[in-house]
């Protein structure tokens, strides 16, 4: 499976960006989906992920911040991002796990100016 991520751009601390991210074959909802970011320097992190039946997982830093929401139909899941601070600026990894096999996107670039 591929992931196409979009979205990342500059925007000032304090704005607001939408992640979306799609998948080139079904993913049932069942199956995790979600995002990682990895600033400069630094391990990549968890950002949120999310799967039916289950609450959404958010890091500690991004937590009533950032929403993770799926479109099923779609095979997209979007990161929408709130209250940007410039610590979020990072390359933003969408990500999926199938089959015991983890899958990552390109990475998109989230910068947030100070």
């Known amino acids: 499976v591929q992931l196409q991520a979009s979205g990342g751009g500059l925007v000032q601390a304090g704005g607001s960006l939408r992640l979306s991210c799609t998948a080139s074959?079904?993913?049932?909802?069942?199956?995790?989906m979600g995002w990682y970011r990895q600033a400069p320097g630094k391990e990549r992190d968890l950002v949120a992920t999310?799967?039916?039946?289950?609450?959404?997982n958010y890091g500690d830093s991004v937590s009533g911040r950032f929403t993770i929401f799926r479109d099923n139909a779609k095979n997209t899941v979007y990161l929408q991002m709130t209250s940007l601070k410039p610590e979020d600026t990072a390359v933003y990894y969408c990500y999926t796990k199938l089959e015991g096999a983890a899958y990552w996107g390109q990475g998109t670039l989230v910068t947030v100016s100070s």
């Open positions: 999310l799967r039916s039946g289950r609450d959404a």
């Open positions: 074959r079904t993913i049932l909802s069942s199956v995790v």
